[in-house]
């Protein structure tokens, strides 16, 4: 009797022993779990408010891109224009160099 008694005794010590020992390992798991889940969800919001401020920069240089097409697409018209005008100088020019030989010629032809 008193070895059954020693056997149920230490049965029942080492047993709450092992629940107590396994009780603090998973609460500490659990606490570190949880830990985890409010960095991740800390992290997460932040990403959140990242991607937001991006969003918003990046509709601003799209607006800003417009603008500058827009820009670009006057100069380029613009640009034409001149180069029109520049060949419109240019026969001008020749035309005006060829009467300033023929009156040179004339007045040569005169002296």
Known sequence: ???LNWFVLTSFLLSTGV????????KHLYEKENEHKKLLKITLEEA?????????QL???????????????????????VKSRNSQ???END???RKIKELENKIEALL
């Open 48 to 56: 959140e408010i990242l991607i937001k401020k991006y969003q918003i």
């Open 59 to 81: 509709q601003r240089s799209l607006g800003n891109l417009d603008i500058l097409n827009e820009e670009i697409n006057k100069l380029k018209n613009d640009i034409k224009a």
């Open 1 to 3: 009797m008193n070895f």
């Open 19 to 26: 629940l107590t020992f396994k009780m603090y390992y998973y």
């Open 89 to 91: 100088y240019r026969i």
């Open 95 to 97: 035309q005006l160099k």
